[in-house]
């Protein structure tokens, strides 16, 4: 039995924030792996992306999803975290993956600071570039999808915790 229930999804998702409220509802521990990579590197995420590049935080943040090893744990993961193959198989070993959805308009609602969120986008690539991309990747690794379109915090926890139960 997979301990761990696994978050992706789109920058402004709710990974974090609601991943701590179902954490707290499950009974689990919590773990955001953005505050691992910035651990890490001694850095915030945007000052790595800006002073080392993308490739290097590619690598950085597969390195952290790599070392992890625990239990009855809800994982918060980075949104960039499915363009790495080894470390989505990673965190597939780990626990069930749950997808937070949100469509593109709910996304840029959501996401006012952009520019030092840490998102990870190539240049020249619009968010719209970016949000067509990843889609199809989450869907790819999902166990179970939330649709967190209208959702309270509260709601989409309990999504979490219904989806990580079963």
């Keep these: 039995m997979r301990s761990n229930v696994v978050l992706i999804g789109m920058p402004g998702s709710g ?10 509802m499950m009974l689990k521990n919590f773990f955001d792996t953005d505050l691992l990579i910035q651990n890490i590197e001694d850095s915030l995420l945007q000052d790595i992306i800006d002073k080392k590049g993308n490739d290097y935080f590619k690598k ?14 809800v994982i918060a993961t980075g949104g960039s975290v ?5 470390a989505m198989e990673h965190l597939k070993s780990l626990g069930k ?3 937070l959805h949100l469509d593109y308009d709910h996304m840029c609602e959501r ?16 968010l719209l570039d970016m949000y067509n991309e990843r889609l199809p990747l989450y869907k790819k690794w999902a166990d179970a999808t939330i649709d967190c379109n ?8 309990r999504q979490i915790t219904q989806a990580g139960n079963s």
């Design 97 to 99: 993956i749950i997808y």
């Design 150 to 157: 209208n959702n309270t915090v509260e709601q989409t926890a």
């Design 111 to 126: 996401i006012s600071n952009l520019s030092t969120r840490g998102v990870l986008m190539n240049n020249g690539i619009t």
């Design 15 to 24: 990974k974090s924030t609601c991943g701590v409220v179902a954490a707290k």
């Design 82 to 86: 499915i363009y790495s193959q080894r």
């Design 60 to 73: 950085a943040e597969e390195d952290a999803i790599l070392s992890l090893d625990i239990q009855g744990t």
